[in-house]
């Protein structure tokens, strides 16, 4: 059977280079928000880098059914309803973030249900949903701000999924593969709770939960770099 390497090789360039393309951008894009504190402005640069994103990967998701698959389609609902949240986050009260932020946290579960039950796994749905997971924690993070909810400093820790992918750049570990992580899925998951409890809860309670869930995830982050860093060391 002939393997369509053109193919195979334009897949394998989309899927090396967009999350740099993404970590680039958002860093360059919050700094136009620290500048120009509008988020209107900020879910529209999102909202025009999403839809490029999409365009160019249509060669991946057109072949896993119309608009990609029912897990494609869940995924681009949850960065739907996060742009809107951006967007109009002026206009609503925090109980609404709270509530339209749990059924997204709901959904990211249901895409990958659904991906497996369809059999429309793949490389673009894949990294179509962790791309959608870090702009939830960013965009959240920035309605935070807006809202006065918490200070400028969770800037950084939403930023650290970006910084953590241009280091693996800088470094050149990012083709390296790291083994399944209940501690990395459990974190990222707590951090994401946290960020839902700033809307409920008293603000030193939540403000002390920020904190640790930040050092949790740099803890994480830094973790994975440094095994990242010794399996390339073992490679030679």
């Given at each position: 059977m002939k393997v369509n390497t053109t193919s195979n090789h334009s897949e394998a360039i989309f899927l090396s280079r967009w999350p740099r393309f993404f970590a680039v951008a958002s860093c360059i894009f919050i700094g136009?928000?620290?500048l120009l504190p509008s988020s209107l402005l900020l879910s529209t640069l999102f909202t025009l880098f999403f839809s490029a994103f999409i365009y160019t990967g249509r060669?991946?998701?057109?072949p896993l059914g119309t608009w990609g698959g029912a897990a494609n389609a869940i995924t681009a609902l949850r960065t739907l309803g996060i742009l809107l949240l951006l967007f109009f986050q002026a206009e609503l009260p925090p109980a609404a973030f709270f509530v339209v932020?749990?059924?997204i946290l709901i959904a990211d579960g249901l895409d990958g249900y659904y991906a497996r039950k369809y059999n429309t796994v793949?490389?673009?749905g894949d990294l179509f949903d962790k791309e959608t997971d870090a702009f939830f924690v960013l965009a959240f993070c920035i309605i935070l701000i807006k809202k006065e909810l918490i200070g400028m400093w969770v800037v950084w820790p939403a930023l650290l999924r970006y910084i953590f992918v241009l280091v693996l750049h800088t470094f050149r570990i990012q083709h390296i593969v790291l083994s399944y992580s209940f501690r990395r899925q459990?974190?990222?998951m707590w951090f994401?709770?946290?960020?839902?409890?700033?809307f409920v809860l008293p603000r030193p309670v939540y403000t002390a939960g920020m904190i640790f869930a930040t050092a949790m995830l740099a803890y994480s982050f830094m973790k994975d770099t440094f095994?990242?860093?010794?399996?390339?060391?073992?490679?030679?």
């Open positions: 136009i928000f620290l060669c991946l998701w057109k932020g749990i059924l793949s490389a673009f459990f974190i990222g994401m709770g946290t960020i839902m409890a700033c095994l990242m860093l010794k399996l390339k060391s073992d490679q030679g």
